[in-house]
């Protein structure tokens, strides 16, 4: 099915800067949308709880700090920006209690509609932005007049213009510069969970440290090993991102490319794709989100296990040094840009 692609041509701004916004939460994706909705004219609050340490980010830029449940009052678009898992207690507690008719409840990934942890009334829009990058990404594209493409879905319509109106706060955080999809709750949750788990985040890590653990335990040096299967990756994969995989084999040496075209298919085997495919699975059949809502509601022993392992991987060790000696590659991430 051809999909819809909006630009900045098609949106109108003014559609967002007539509204009254609360941006509930502050971290990657918060500050990126806070920032730009701001810098792009609109009357944009922060929702965070009293003890929040995010709390003194958003003062610092002279954004107004409420407690969720008074963003949310005040505010007829709540754009809610918190973790995943803890998303439906503050629908539950701050929001809910907080909806008029006519509000808007707008998300950035569509996890809490998709496996139903939210149920919002049928009185007012549900609608998501969802953009394609990681929000400290978002906001510095932003910023240097560029912008990371986004997907925007409507679950609900109860004005009539939800569409418009995700499209309009879609272009005021610059992801029509670059490009925005109209697509569903569910196409979106489904790709974005497969996205990340098994190539973006989860396959492309343990590509990195596989690579890298081969090397150094047949004795090769780690330093080099860094080079070769991390620093350049960025490399290789910014070819990608300009000129697609043609443009990287052009780039690479014949000899690169013939191992490229012969070994690759060995390394992502056919029982990789098996693998893929029952990921997909169970990411669609609600496995997924079942262990990781059950996985959070247990304190995340088995995500803070995993996530220390990661942390001590040698490759960790080795990179610190060498981006050490590399002033422009440590670029520290924070959400005052
Ligand atoms: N990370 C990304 O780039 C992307 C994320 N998304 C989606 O965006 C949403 C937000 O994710 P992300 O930006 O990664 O989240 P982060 O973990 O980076 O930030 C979460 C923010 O929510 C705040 N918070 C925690 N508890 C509450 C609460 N009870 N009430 C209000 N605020 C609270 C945190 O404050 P504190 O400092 O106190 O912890 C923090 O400011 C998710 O739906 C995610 O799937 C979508 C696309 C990409
Ligand atoms: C790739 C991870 C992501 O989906 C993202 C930055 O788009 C996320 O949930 O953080
Ligand atoms: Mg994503
Ligand atoms: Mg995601």
Redesign the pocket.
């Known amino acids: 099915m051809a999909v819809e692609i909006f630009y900045d041509d098609d949106a109108d701004l003014s559609i967002i800067q007539g509204r009254k916004v609360a941006v509930i939460g502050y971290g990657?994706q918060g500050h990126a949308h806070s920032l730009s909705l701001r810098d792009s004219g609109v009357d944009v609050r922060i929702g965070l709880p009293e003890g929040s340490k995010s709390r003194a980010k958003a003062e610092e830029q002279g954004l107004r700090v409420l407690t969720p449940a008074e963003a949310s009052a005040e505010a007829d678009l709540i754009m809610i920006l918190a973790p995943d898992t803890k998303q439906r207690f503050i629908y539950e507690q701050d929001i809910a209690p907080n909806l008029k008719d006519g509000d808007a409840l707008f998300f950035g990934?569509g996890f809490n509609i998709r496996y139903d942890l939210i149920k919002p009334p049928s009185n007012v829009d549900v609608a998501m932005v969802a953009p394609?990058?990681?929000g400290h990404l978002v906001r510095r594209q932003f910023v240097d007049g560029k912008g990371v493409p986004a997907l925007i879905a409507v679950e609900q319509d109860a004005s009539g213009n939800a569409q418009a109106l995700a499209l309009s706060y879609a272009a005021a955080i610059g992801g029509a510069r670059a490009g925005v999809i109209k697509t569903t709750f569910k196409e979106e949750t489904e790709t974005?969970l497969f996205?990340?788990q098994a190539v973006?985040?989860g396959g492309a890590s343990a590509l990195v440290q596989t690579g890298f653990e081969v090397l150094t335990e047949a004795g090769y040096a780690p330093e080099i090993a860094y080079f070769e299967v991390l620093h350049e990756l960025k490399l290789i994969v910014d070819l990608m991102y300009e000129g697609g995989i043609a443009r990287q084999r052009y780039s690479i040496s014949d000899t690169a490319e013939y191992g490229d075209l012969t070994r690759g298919p060995r390394v992502i085997s056919p029982a990789v794709k098996e693998e893929m495919k029952k990921i997909l699975g169970e990411i669609q059949d609600g496995t997924f989100a079942r262990e990781w809502v059950a996985e959070d509601e247990a304190g995340r022993p088995n995500f803070t296990k995993l996530e220390e392992q990661g942390n001590q991987h040698p490759i960790e060790e080795t990179g610190k040094k060498l981006r050490s000696l590399m002033s422009w590659v440590d670029r520290p991430i924070t959400e005052t840009a």
Request: glycine fraction near 20%; include cysteine; aromatic fraction near 0%.
């Open positions: 990657s990934h394609k990058g990681p974005d996205g990340e973006l985040c």
